[in-house]
């Protein structure tokens, strides 16, 4: 802990002071009597504190977490018995624990802690009071992060490959597709393993493309298909037969990195021009076993612009087999007949399912792959384990010290992180249970809100700047 230096040139006591504001009042204690100038007067300090150890230590890889809690005893100068039987409960009191050097102002002093009254013991007028000041971080009530649940609102149209803007199907209503159903945050590139550019053959069929799945996992998951539409194709040796189709399928619900390269849905693989730039969301069955690949794109849902996938064009040609539908491949919502492997009246080998799972690739040439959420503090994908404490603590219900906590994440190393979310949770449990033990960085609750201790892994005697030695000075 740096206590405040000497304001000249001989050493200056220092004094411990505490603050309680209790129902409306400020009560202020010190060791002894002390009158200290500031620029509104002079504050007083009632005499009788004391305080218990104090400790600003960082506290990597312990096996209990920092509850930052100060034993204090003081000499109240009311009735406390009687200010709690007129309802004035002590332990909703505020208190600041401060040092204060001699000679200087009020205002310069350090404030060491905020927090509550807690535990407090007290007994006749005249006697100590005791109690422990608390700040410890997992008391925030914060959750993280807003999802999108159970949308009401939605796009009505949607870009289909061969009929071009078509509405929205509601067959069935699209509230009841959606209905308890909840669109995750998708962080990073979950599920990539291979994070270069995929290579795509001149065939149209999925068996002859390995590139694009090979190397991948559902690295994330949706249930959010929506927007039945019927056709009614007949069933041919290589059609389709009638039925409700799922118009599109909600991968995430927010924008990402991968649907703003996407278009506007109409976007292929291949198009009769030859290979387009673009994303890829692969796209998996509830077994793992890899489906099929499309464009991702952005659409409005529940007032959000979140991350599709056209599932219409795909399911109304029933190519389970192919990773793309083509302008060329389709005519008037009907299948035109490419070569025997295209698609029968059977239902094919892999259905994608309620629960499909997902990754990004890149099939673009200027991009080796592509990922998910977008980051606020820079710009570009959120990537690092930086941004994502940063995004999740911005849910917390404490204030947040962000000069010294983004002084703090620049000194620590950085490196990036990927999943997904479908459940929102406490910040606190989050942040303690998935990202703190990846840091060499703890967290405290300051006068100025949360902010971080860092751990210096590469420091040497060299860094030292100062010594301590037992005894008294």
Sequence with gaps: MAWPSAVSGRARRWYMLLRVTWHGVDYRFAVSPLSIPSTAGVVAHLPGLTIGAFSETFQFLSGSVDRQSVPASVLWPDDIAAAVAAGYRLDTAEAELSVWVEGTAYEARRVLLVGRVMQPSYGARGEPVQFSVEAPPWNDQGTWPELLTSP?????????????????????????????????????????????????????????????????????YTTMRYGSKFESNGVTAKGNPAGAFTTQLCLCGHATQAGGYGGDGTQTVRGSSGLDDAPLAVLFNE???????????????????????????????????????????????????????????????????????????????????????NSAR????????????????????????????????????????????????????????????????????????????????????????????????
């Design 152 to 220: 009401i609102a939605f796009a009505g149209t949607f870009e289909s490959q061969s009929l071009g803007p078509s509405s929205v199907g509601t067959r069935y209503r699209v509230t009841n597709d959606l209905k308890g159903k909840t669109a995750g945050l998708c962080i990073g590139n979950p599920g990539n393993l291979n994070q270069t550019k995929r290579t795509l053959p001149s065939s149209v069929f999925a068996k002859d493309a390995p590139d694009i799945f090979e190397n991948t996992r559902p690295g994330a």
């Design 287 to 373: 077994d793992g076993q890899y489906v099929t690949a499309l464009v991702p794109y952005h659409t409005q849902l529940g007032g959000r612009t979140v991350t599709a996938v056209n599932l219409y064009d795909y399911l109304n040609t029933r190519s389970e087999v192919r990773y793309n539908v083509s302008a060329a491949s389709i005519s008037g919502g009907t299948v035109s007949p490419l070569a025997t492997d295209n698609a029968t009246s059977l239902d094919p080998e892999r259905i994608l399912g309620d629960r499909v799972g997902y990754t990004f690739v890149s099939a673009h040439s200027s991009f080796d792959t592509f990922y998910g959420l």
């Design 378 to 473: 820079q710009t570009g994908p959120l990537k690092t384990v930086h941004d994502l404490l940063a995004l999740v603590l911005s849910s917390s219900s404490l204030p947040v010290d962000w000069p010294r906590l983004y002084a703090a994440l620049d000194r620590i190393p950085v490196f990036d992180v990927e999943g997904y979310v479908d459940e929102r949770v406490a910040v606190w449990d989050f942040v303690s249970r998935e990202l703190l033990p990846l840091l060499p960085m703890t967290l405290r609750n300051g006068p100025r809100g949360l902010y971080a201790l860092t751990a210096d892994m590469g420091a040497t005697v060299a860094d030292s700047i100062g010594t301590l030695r037992a005894g008294v000075d």
